[in-house]
């Protein structure tokens, strides 16, 4: 059982083996699927390098500050033996509905992983297919007809046969492949992704998450510099007016001033020399386009803010936890730091340079907008790249690589995702390592089955865990750190055992700016994506009805697991 | 891409590398505090 440490109240628990270790969880928690496929997109669809500017002043204002207070959270709860957020509200606020605040920090991690290891089984059976030849292989020669539709088409069907339209109904889609894929394979390969999580939570946070982050960060950079090297020397491999630089510079070129539809806000894309809304080209005619000024425009800003929650896995619950892991006297400050930068490497210098500038270099820039608008995440990263990648010499193996770094991403991620609940079971209601694991594995096999087989499930759940309660998480997490718990004993939490002080200055910037940053965001959010969620589809509902019974049971867990502690008191 | 373009990128790029090196170079020469090891598991 539990036994005391000499300092602190709290059981003896995991830490870290290493700094570094620490560091690459971290990061591996931070990196993800966004860096590499929805940044690019994002920055292109918004401006290039002027999307850069509220994309880094809400990496410096927002980000940096809030992934300071998450880890200091973290390890002061980690000090009385809280490895969840429930339990770490608990400890700096005494108020009875504190600890249930907390939930949001189980709730939306729980949740995304829900959905996150599919797609996280999507990579692995891509890079498994990849690696064996066994991607479509459609001549070449479609691609440079004009019609790149007709060239994508196989890669098209082929992600269809496996994540279905809308990504959601996969098992019920086999024929739409062409019978490339066989339903025993995806539950194969999704059986075996979820054992590989189960395996390393089993292994805990030392000999597991750790050991992972050791081995697969590294990988996952080298693989990153060898696609980047790759796709930066191509040259001109269709036509002297495309290269890879025309890509680079539609992210980086500054563009202070956008076509935008002015009936739905999308930015236009080229058309046959002309420009059209990329969301409905017939019913949106592109005479009522708009000049929008970047800089003021609140859509913007909005993705940019979203972006950097989205890639630093900020109000997620993940952070919290890895950091309770630590020693009371143990640095975050420079390890939070660390964690940001090698986020930020992966996404602006090498997420940027790998999806854009390639399709730009075969397809040309304009096309390259249209796919950058139209695709989306999903589709730039499971049809354009393996079609493009199809196209250069050793295609095969640069596929197998590509999707293999975005297992990596995805694994490191995954095991993040469930690390709290995990903590959960452990820290408060006492299981065994071993055991939690296997019962969440289980819980997440099962509930995966709802995104599997029910279209629009995923996309639901993706709304509500993985973009709206971060956002209100984070503002709860500032509201108690800051407001509750103190800006003053904040500021010295943070700075016990820090390798570096922090400027002044950000005491002022989290306790008002950030707060104040947020609390904007979270009003556009309301008023950009409150209407229509009435008018919804029953498999809509019933995702709904699914998070609602998971956040009560949680809210019971907690409940019951204060009570007993309470009375062996 | 313009003289603006590539001046915005090069500074991003900059500061990013040479802030993910230094905050690589302090991570790994920080001195290892509290009790290390990853073996005290709770049960």
């Known amino acids: 059982m539990a036994q005391q440490t000499g300092r602190n109240a709290g059981p003896r628990r995991e830490r870290w083996a290493s700094n570094i270790g620490l560091v690459l969880a971290m990061a591996g928690n931070a990196v993800g699927l966004g860096n590499f496929l929805r940044f690019p997109v994002r920055a292109a669809r918004f401006g290039g390098g002027a999307f850069m500017i509220p994309y880094f002043v809400s990496f410096l204002l927002m980000g940096i500050p809030l992934m300071w207070v998450e880890w200091a959270i973290g390890r002061f709860g980690g000090r009385f033996g809280h490895g969840s957020t429930p339990g770490m509200f608990h400890r700096m606020w005494k108020h009875p509905l504190a600890k249930y605040i907390g939930v949001l920090g189980l709730f939306a991690p729980t949740v995304i992983m829900i959905y996150y290891s599919y797609i996280e089984s999507w990579t692995l059976a891509y890079a498994l297919r990849a690696f064996l030849g066994r991607l479509p292989h459609p001549p070449t020669a479609e691609a440079f007809g004009g019609n790149i539709e007709e060239y994508l088409k196989p890669f098209s069907d082929f992600f269809g046969g496996y994540a279905g339209p809308s990504a959601g109904d996969a098992f019920t889609n086999f024929s739409r492949g062409g019978g490339t894929w066989r339903w025993w394979l995806c539950i194969a390969v999704f059986l075996v992704c979820m054992g590989l999580n189960v395996w390393v939570l089993a292994r805990g946070v030392a000999r597991g998450i750790e050991l992972l982050a050791k081995v697969a960060m590294p990988l996952l950079f080298l693989f990153a510099f060898v696609l980047v090297a790759r796709v930066l020397t191509l040259g001109h491999p269709v036509s002297p007016a495309h290269s890879p630089l025309q890509g680079i510079a539609y992210v980086w070129e500054p563009q202070f001033y956008l076509d935008k539809c002015s009936y739905c806000g999308n930015t236009l894309v080229p058309k046959d020399g002309g420009l059209e809304c990329p969301k409905e080209p017939e019913k949106h005619p592109v005479t009522d386009h708009q000049k929008t000024f970047v800089l003021t425009d609140g859509t913007t800003w909005l993705e940019a803010a979203g972006q950097i929650f989205f890639t630093l896995s900020l109000g997620m619950g993940a952070i919290p936890t890895y950091a309770s892991y630590l020693g009371p006297d143990e640095d975050v400050v420079l390890s939070g730091l660390a964690t940001s930068s090698a986020n930020e490497l992966a996404e602006v210098v090498l997420g940027g340079s790998i999806a854009i500038p390639s399709a730009a270099a075969f397809f040309g820039l304009n096309l390259t907008k249209r796919i950058a608008a139209t695709y989306g995440t999903f589709g730039l990263g499971f049809i354009v790249l393996p079609a493009l990648f199809r196209m250069m010499p050793f295609g095969d193996f640069l596929a197998g690589i590509w999707f293999l770094l975005l297992f990596f991403a995805a694994f490191t991620s995954s095991v993040a995702m469930a690390q709290p609940a995990m903590a959960f079971f452990q820290d408060e209601l006492g299981w065994k390592r071993e055991t939690a694991a296997v019962v969440l594995g289980l819980f997440f096999f099962l509930s995966t089955q709802l995104v599997i087989f029910f279209s629009g499930v995923l996309d639901e759940m993706d709304f509500w865990a993985g973009s709206f309660t971060p956002v209100v998480f984070s503002m709860v997490e500032l509201f108690v750190f800051l407001w509750i718990f103190g800006s003053d004993r904040a500021w010295e939490e943070i700075h016990r055992g820090a390798a570096f002080e922090v400027p002044r200055i950000f005491h002022d910037i989290g306790k008002y700016f950030t707060t104040f940053f947020l609390a904007v965001v979270l009003i556009f959010w309301f008023k950009e994506r409150i209407t229509g969620l009435l008018t919804a589809s029953p498999t809509v509902w019933m995702a709904r009805a699914f998070m609602a019974v998971l956040l009560l049971v949680l809210l019971g867990a907690i409940h019951y697991a204060f009570e007993v502690r309470r009375a062996k008191v | ?43």
């Open chain 2, 1 to 43: 891409m313009t003289w603006k373009g590539w001046l915005f990128m090069a500074f991003a790029w900059s500061v990013i590398i040479a802030l993910f090196s230094w905050c690589f170079y302090k991570v790994l020469t920080l001195p290892v505090r509290g009790n290390r090891g990853g073996s005290q598991t709770q049960d």
